[in-house]
């Protein structure tokens, strides 16, 4: 057993001692939520972005990601996550009113591939920042395939209620000023996410299977895979393959040793290495003929392409990078990334999961963080391919510090250590939602079969399905969800007036005077 279960949170103590506990309550939370466009003939979408649904460039919440096909949904921030999640239904409700035969992928993995060209790259049209976004992706193709970056995610943005900071300060007689104490604070948040991370994985992870075509262009990474049908590899005991190896696999981005000590240390590694070259990316050429390829041939182009579980964040203003941002003003946020999408869910995440996603980023502020080394930042790492591959193995062992540790025993006590935080975010309600929710929970640690990623397999066995025939099913029933379920007349007017106003805004960006392409980088890469 881990010390986890019988240590009383610190900083928790203190506030409760001091009556504060309350201020707990509150913290904004946001949904970004990527799905693939398909067709009605099964294949990914080749049609533009819907211009009923404004314009990917400008509009602040439907846009596009990586492909064209590839839909992004994004809430405001809301205190009460029941605000988000509804607030993410009706954009899918706006959405489905334009898409005509084609639906949403309801699944993390994707199906529907015909070959690397069948995915196209996403359009801004041809402003430089437009410019800039669309070769960005072109870069991402040339790197690591077109097909990687069809991967479907939910990424769950949190903030700490702002009225905690200045009383965690006080009670803990920093001599920092706020915003270093914040950002110091994050940071410590973020250390132990990636320690107990592993936990999303298994509770949430849904995408055990996977297409064959999707290695078409990688055929020698099937090889470690079990073959569910002629058209399905998988592992038995699967949870998040999107989050394993064969997601955003990438040899120089795995020597990376990004520094989350401290968000100077965070800033510098970062930028070092989008600043350092890469000879296979040199290799690629930045411009060929006239055509740019990629934005440079560094270890990364820009701080987007660094693949991690969690991020901080900070809102950046017109064209500035964004560490620049997190240097200038601090941590604004923090975006949790390793959510799959839940095919049993028309909008792919529930109240259950936002509650615990958001006791467990407390109770990761809460506890004390030590500064990470090497050899920790190597064990969250392995933790993580572990329980992405194998997570439901019974008897599965995780590495904590130089011991092993059973998954379900450290499970509990991480579910254990949640119990306080769960009870003081319950008092304004009767319904006790996040004591429900960590309940629920711990079903699923004694019961892997209770698990998604498991009844998902238990399904495709029962109907004998492909992974992309059940996906299909799935998402097809979403669609009929929401065709049945429209969003009213004020609402869909709010978000058609949305959707006209970025077209607006993108017009006036590209009817300003553009500087040439090759200049607007040098610009936009000498900010200091």
């Given at each position: 057993m881990t010390n986890l279960n019988n240590t009383l949170l610190t900083r928790l103590d203190l506030l409760i001692t001091n009556g504060d506990q309350q201020l707990l309550?509150?913290?904004?939370?946001?949904?970004?939520?990527?799905?693939?466009?398909?067709?009605?003939?099964?294949?990914?979408?080749?049609?533009?972005?819907?211009?009923?649904?404004?314009?990917?460039?400008?509009?602040?919440?439907?846009?596009?990601?990586?492909?064209?096909?590839?839909?992004?949904?994004?809430t405001p921030p809301f205190a009460d996550v029941k605000d988000s999640l509804d607030y993410l239904r009706n954009i899918h409700q706006f959405v489905y009113q334009h898409l005509d035969n084609e639906i949403l992928l309801g699944a993390s993995m994707p199906c529907g591939i015909d070959g690397e060209l069948s995915i196209p790259i996403a359009e801004y049209g041809p402003s430089n920042i437009g410019r800039m976004k669309h070769v960005y992706r072109h870069g991402l193709a040339h790197r690591y395939g077109r097909t990687m970056q069809s991967i479907a995610g939910i990424h769950?943005?949190?903030?700490?209620?702002?009225?905690?900071?200045?009383?965690?300060q006080q009670q803990e007689q920093s001599l920092l000023n706020l915003e270093q104490f914040k950002a110091d604070a994050y940071f410590g948040l973020i250390r132990n996410f990636q320690r107990m991370g592993w936990l999303i994985l298994y509770l949430f992870g849904a995408s055990p299977a996977i297409c064959k075509n999707f290695f078409n262009s990688r055929p020698s990474l099937m090889?470690?895979?079990?073959?569910?049908?002629?058209?399905?590899?998988?592992?038995?005991?699967?949870?998040?393959?999107?989050?394993?190896?064969i997601g955003y696999?990438?040899?120089?981005?795995?020597?990376?040793?990004?520094?989350?000590?401290?968000?100077?240390?965070?800033?510098?590694?970062?930028?070092?290495?989008?600043?350092?070259?890469?000879?296979?990316y040199e290799k690629i050429g930045t411009q060929v003929d006239g055509e740019y390829r990629q934005l440079n041939g560094n270890i990364l182009q820009i701080e987007n392409e660094f693949y991690s579980t969690i991020r901080p964040k900070q809102i950046t203003e017109s064209n500035e990078k964004p560490t620049l941002a997190l240097k200038r003003r601090g941590v604004r946020y923090i975006e949790m990334r390793s959510l799959d999408l839940d095919l049993f869910n028309p909008i792919g995440i529930d109240e259950d999961k936002a509650y615990f996603i958001e006791a467990l980023l407390l109770t990761c502020l809460l506890q004390h963080s030590p500064k990470t080394s090497d050899q920790e930042h190597q064990i969250n790492n392995a933790n993580q391919l572990t329980v992405a591959h194998f997570g439901r193995k019974p008897g599965l062992e995780l590495a904590?510090?130089?011991?092993?540790?059973?998954?379900?025993?450290?499970?509990?006590?991480?579910?254990?250590?949640?119990?306080?935080?769960?009870?003081?975010?319950?008092?304004?309600?009767?319904?006790?939602?996040?004591?429900?929710?960590?309940?629920?929970?711990?079903?699923?640690?004694?019961?892997?079969?209770?698990?998604?990623?498991?009844?998902?397999?238990?399904?495709?066995?029962?109907?004998?399905?492909?992974?992309?025939?059940?996906?299909?099913?799935?998402?097809?029933?979403?669609?009929?969800?929401?065709?049945?379920?429209?969003?009213?007349?004020?609402?869909?007017?709010?978000?058609?007036?949305?959707?006209?106003?970025?077209?607006?805004?993108?017009?006036?960006?590209?009817?300003?005077?553009q500087i040439p392409f090759d200049d607007f980088l040098k610009q936009y890469f000498s900010q200091a």
């Open positions: 309550c509150g913290g904004l939370k946001g949904i970004e939520k990527e799905s693939l466009r398909i067709a009605n003939d099964g294949f990914i979408a080749q049609t533009p972005h819907p211009k009923a649904l404004g314009a990917a460039l400008t509009h602040p919440y439907i846009t596009t990601d990586y492909s064209e096909a590839l839909i992004e949904l994004i769950f943005n949190y903030s700490v209620p702002e009225a905690l900071w200045p009383v965690l090889a470690q895979f079990e073959e569910f049908d002629q058209g399905t590899l998988y592992h038995p005991y699967a949870t998040s393959l999107r989050m394993s190896d696999k990438s040899k120089n981005q795995a020597k990376l040793n990004i520094d989350y000590n401290s968000i100077e240390g965070y800033v510098d590694s970062l930028s070092a290495a989008i600043n350092t070259p890469y000879a296979d904590k510090g130089d011991q092993k540790i059973p998954l379900q025993a450290w499970a509990s006590d991480i579910l254990t250590s949640m119990q306080p935080v769960c009870a003081i975010l319950d008092q304004a309600s009767e319904a006790k939602p996040y004591s429900s929710a960590l309940a629920k929970q711990q079903l699923l640690v004694e019961n892997p079969d209770l698990t998604a990623s498991a009844r998902m397999l238990a399904q495709m066995t029962q109907l004998r399905q492909p992974f992309a025939r059940f996906a299909l099913n799935a998402s097809d029933a979403h669609a009929q969800y929401f065709k049945a379920n429209k969003l009213d007349t004020v609402k869909t007017q709010q978000f058609t007036e949305m959707a006209a106003e970025s077209h607006v805004q993108q017009q006036e960006i590209e009817s300003q005077a």
